[in-house]
Nanobody, 123 residues
Framework: QLVESGGGLVQAGGSLRLSCAVSGLTFSSYNVGWFRQAPGKDREFVAAISWRGDYTGYTDSVKGRFTISRDNTNNTVFVQMNSLKPEDTAVYYC??????????????????WGQGTQVTVAS
């Protein structure tokens, strides 16, 4: 089970920290990714972190603004989102894929998904 939290309404330029609490899995055997879906758009990759936390990947539009991290002791993955823009508005989902070399940006490789948390950035 993956449960997201930390979404909300923020002004442009503000920050939010999303959390993804994972249970029922051997957490250290999974890479974890964040995806987002805006109304009328496809789900898109945002960021991912490898099972050991030694590899991270970001979509270009969030590089330098978002930081993904994980706490393998508490089975939680975070994404710190700074300098938020209205175009970051979406439902954000975390997902888990079996550990591989590197991480995937393809949502089809992720086996488990959370229910999502809404992020709204006001201009």
């Amino acid at each position: 089970q993956l449960v997201e939290s930390g979404g909300g309404l923020v002004q442009a330029g503000g920050s939010l920290r999303l959390s993804c609490a994972v249970s029922g899995l051997t957490f250290s055997s999974y890479n974890v990714g964040w995806f987002r879906q805006a109304p009328g758009k496809d789900r898109e990759f945002v960021a991912a972190i490898s099972w050991r936390g030694d590899y991270t990947g970001y979509t270009d539009s969030v590089k330098g603004r978002f930081t993904i991290s994980r706490d393998n002791t508490n089975n939680t993955v975070f994404v710190q989102m700074n300098s938020l823009k209205p175009e970051d508005t979406a439902v954000y989902y975390c997902a888990a894929e079996p550990a591989t070399f590197g991480t995937s940006r393809n949502p089809g490789t992720y086996r488990y998904w959370g229910q999502g948390t809404q992020v709204t950035v006001a201009s």
